[in-house]
């Protein structure tokens, strides 16, 4: 099960106060302390929207702490509501809705300990449709070769102006030593002084070819709102190097172009220039408190980080092979080193026996079978020889999914 995409910030010293989307943000110095972080968007596509609510976490944490058994509702200027419930380390609306032009959206969340929290009302944006996204392939962008994708808008009514960029992008994955069996210690498959013993079996699920889709972590963010015209040409979104694995098979991106209001803009735009790495809300180094459009209905003086808008969206996919970029080049390396690695299976007093270490590997799914070979004599304990690859190598559900997505084509 993957895990929610949430806003993360590091509080380490400094904090930046950005008062309003046209106020300077002020500099100042504190402690650490922990403050709620709430990200939603709500779009105009019909769907269950969602809502993602953290907190901020220290430097020496790894993930951020997830708000749990909040009450979150979304409601608008005609008397509806919509609820969400708690799924998944996020908060999903129970039913399906889109935003509406004429309607005006609030969220408020009261959390298990009677802290509540309210939005700015919120309007949608302007609807405009992304045109395409190409593939081009990039002979020297900073000393790199590649493949660039790039967007297409235009506005004729010139009401969109700012842009937010996200992508998905889809990986076919073939397990170079993939095998049709696999290994697995069996603790009832002992001898007399009790070492546990390999076992291998049919595989019955798919482990050989999967797909992998990853989220990007970056704020891609463009403004027209100083052309002669709102257009967007070829606006580069994301770039993949030519010896990226993510490309050696089959690929697709979607992405999703998000139009934004000026305050929303902004927000975005400051979080990208506090970002110490660009990678913007997933940033484990972001150094800075930014105030957005939510406040605490209690206690004005606490800290509240997120945003909450409403936007229209809209999204195209492409789909490409290695070759149809980079006819009759060397694919890309694999993402995994798939040496293959030899075990004499056997067990002490022997000191050339790897039986255990082999049986730990297994155990942790470090290590898959590939093959193996028994040697004449059968009794001897240094004629059993094991062949293994690393997991990623010889079964692909290790790092990605085998289920293969509606939205493929081959």
Same mark, same amino acid.
């Given at each position: ?182 290994? !697995? ?34 704020? !891609? ?119 293959? /690695? ?32 028994? /040697? ?35």
């Amino acid at each position: 099960m993957k895990k929610a995409t949430h806003f993360k910030y590091l509080f380490i010293g400094l904090f930046f106060s950005l008062i309003s989307c046209v106020d300077p943000y002020q500099l100042q110095t504190s402690n650490f302390e922990e403050a709620i972080v709430i990200e939603a968007t709500i779009t105009n596509e019909l769907k269950k929207q969602e809502v993602l609510i953290s907190k901020t976490y220290r430097l020496e944490e790894n993930e951020p702490i997830l708000v749990s058994n909040a009450s979150v509702t979304v409601s608008d200027n005609l008397g509806n509501q919509y609820n969400f419930e708690e799924a998944d380390g996020k908060y999903i609306s129970t039913t399906e809705f889109r935003a509406e032009n004429d309607r005006q959206y609030k969220l408020n969340i009261t959390t298990s300990d009677g802290k509540s929290y309210s939005s700015t009302t919120q309007k949608l944006t302007a609807v405009n449709e992304l045109e395409n996204i190409t593939a081009t392939v990039i002979t020297n962008l900073e000393g790199q070769r590649g493949v660039e994708i790039a967007a297409n808008s235009f506005d004729p009514t010139n009401s969109s102006k700012y842009y937010r960029f996200e992508f998905y992008e889809t990986s076919k994955a073939t397990a170079p030593k993939w095998r049709d069996l696999y290994a !697995v210690v069996n603790p009832d498959l002992t001898d007399s002084v009790g070492h546990e013993y390999i076992e291998l079996f049919p595989r019955v699920t798919e482990a050989q070819v999967c797909y992998l889709t990853e989220k990007n972590k970056k704020i !891609v963010l463009t403004s027209t709102n100083f052309l002669n015209e709102d257009r967007i040409s070829n606006f580069p979104v994301h770039f993949l190097n030519d010896f990226d694995y993510k490309i050696g098979e089959r690929y697709s991106i979607e992405v999703r172009q998000i139009i934004q209001n000026l305050e929303s803009y902004t927000y975005y735009k400051t979080l990208q220039e506090l970002s110490v790495t660009g990678e913007s809300i997933l940033s484990q180094n972001q150094p800075g408190f930014l105030v957005g459009n939510i406040k605490s209905d209690d206690n004005p003086k606490e800290k509240v980080i997120g945003f909450f808008e409403v936007a229209s969206v809209s999204s195209k996919r492409i789909f490409f092979n290695y070759e149809d970029l980079f006819p009759g080049e060397e694919k890309p390396p694999y993402l995994e080193d798939c040496t293959e /690695l030899e075990y004499t299976y056997c067990f002490l007093p022997f000191p050339e026996c790897d039986g255990r270490q082999l049986n730990g590997n297994v155990k942790a799914q470090i290590l898959v079978y590939y093959e193996h070979e028994q /040697l004449e004599p059968e009794d001897d304990p240094f004629n059993l020889i094991y062949t293994y690859v690393r997991a990623k190598c010889g079964d692909c559900t290790s790092f990605s999914s085998n289920i293969r997505p509606d939205f493929w084509i081959d």
